[in-house]
């Protein structure tokens, strides 16, 4: 296949062209050997929960061995499919909530805490004493009521008392109140083993109650706490795309997830030891650079540059100019060992949950962090001698990364006055129409970046705040996207006179996967600031996914439908097409219950129609998109301007 077919990237697309001449597979050439994709798998009507099976139903079994019909198979496929996207969101959180807890008392030297004056706003919202108290005590009881929430025996997710009252009330009317979040997770393999739940109905209502177990739990602590441990994010300049990398540097490139590990190679990598180092074997230093949602952990908090997103990973190492790859968790294709192998790059893992076969691996412990960070930047720099032929695609686009919620609040109203009132105000007004999240990964079942940016480009262009995170956010820098001079070159009239007057870019990069709270609570906080509705489902808003591959992505859609949002996914994406009461619920039905729902289409203009068709149908039930008639004062306007 021509490598314009499979990426839009042109950095992508020369190091595809690269690889097939010498005869190296990435994953395209890997789904060419796929295909055909098995058609049960596809339409989720494929069982092999127990062993009586698998079961697969077809015009000739409508049912499997234990009678199993399509809508129960299709429930529990998807239910499995959220359970493993809430767990890895969760497990992350837990992981930072560990360091975190380490790094309060004490026994993490190499991490702090940065943000007190987050740190001192979560802890009032779990109900903690912050009065004359440091913020290391402060930050420990904190760090144990966030490990709670993973496994407390009692009550619901404290997270979820941020989203609006009537939002918490409807979930508890429907018994989807997230509890603890390995309760949330069991209960839903429980649920969809062989012979327990068998309704399909109430299987995909375990689905939300999962799902929003990680956008209000486990994805949110990770979020707060990383934050508050790292810095919260503000924005920074940075750089994207494969040019970042220095043919006369030593590269080393970060991947996976949790900033645990490219924090300590950030700091690392600028120790004067190092860079002495890094000189005597005739580099002129060290370029650190992230791929997937680490990159974006790291552009927002460092200004570190992005090198690509998922389906750049083996892409960079056939630069021949990396020297090092440190990932931990998620997204790390085991296909990287094979490409490392290839070149002198040295492929090392970090988390002792995620090794891979073959490959070095160099625990990362939270009391020697920093130690173990230098160790890897080491054996980077020995390794810059042992270098072949290099080439670097000459492609990068600058980026401005970070708006936290924090952030968009102290734009918008200032360091005294932060407030959302100008975005509600424009809302209302109708400059801008609506706002959409556009999240998620890179398939190499589509033009890698294609849909992202289209659909981007497309939504801003019909007046439209977008944004965005994970490798969506990456797609769209490596277009200049994340740029806001260039990113505002499409935005419509509206928008643009908006963001030119408040300083804000049509598209806003909000960090990685877990970082999809934070779109939560900026919905949340459209509410509380008044005029647009009593609950998220009243907002003028939608979710987008067009180039899904993980089941992260599922468990977001699943948690952004729960809290009332539409969410689009391309075709093909969502395995539920086995079963026409599975798909008329997602697509439909649910939205009768929790005030949003799924819906699917891969052409990103056709997406970007249906988005805005939704936000109109929303403003217009809200009563924002009558033309008020203007009108001079009159004598009883004056009276009711009176005052006493
Ligand atoms: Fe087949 Fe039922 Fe076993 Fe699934 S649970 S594999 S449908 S027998
Ligand atoms: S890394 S889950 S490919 S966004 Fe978060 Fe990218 Fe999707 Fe992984």
Redesign the pocket.
Known sequence: MEPSKRSSDKAAQEIISRMAQLGQQNAWDRLEAQLPQCGFGKQGVCCRICSMGPCRISKKAAVGICGADADTIVARNFLRIVAGGVSAHSDHGRTVAEVFLAAAKGEAPDYRIKDIVKLNKLARELGVETAGRSPQDIAVDVGEIALAEYGKPHGTQSMARRAPKPRQDLWQKLGVTPRAIDREIAEALHRSAMGVDQDYRNVLRQASRLALADGWGGSMLATELQDILFGTPYPGRGEVNMGVLKADAVNIIVHG?EPILSEMIAVASQDKEMLAEAQKVGSNGINVAGT??TANELLMRHGIPIAG??LNQELVIATGAIELMAVDV??VMQGLGEIARCYHTKLVTTADKARIAGVEHVSIEEKTALKTAKELVRMAIANYRNRGQVYIPAYKEKAVGGFSFETINYILGGRFRASFRPLNDNIINGRIRGVVGI????NPKTPQDSTHTTLARELIKRDILVLT????TIACGKQGLANPKKALEWAGPGLREVCEAVGIAPILPCG??VDNSRLLVSCSELVREGGLGEDLSDLPIAGACLE???E??IAIGQYFVASGALVVFAEDILPIAGSANVSEYLYHGIEKDLGGRWAVESDPVKAAEMILAHIEGKRDALGINKTKERKLYDMADRRALAVD
């Open positions: 997830h997937c949602c997103n998922f998620q997204c999240v998620g990964c890179t995170t994970g490798c969506a990685s996967c899904s591959m993980h992260k992505a």
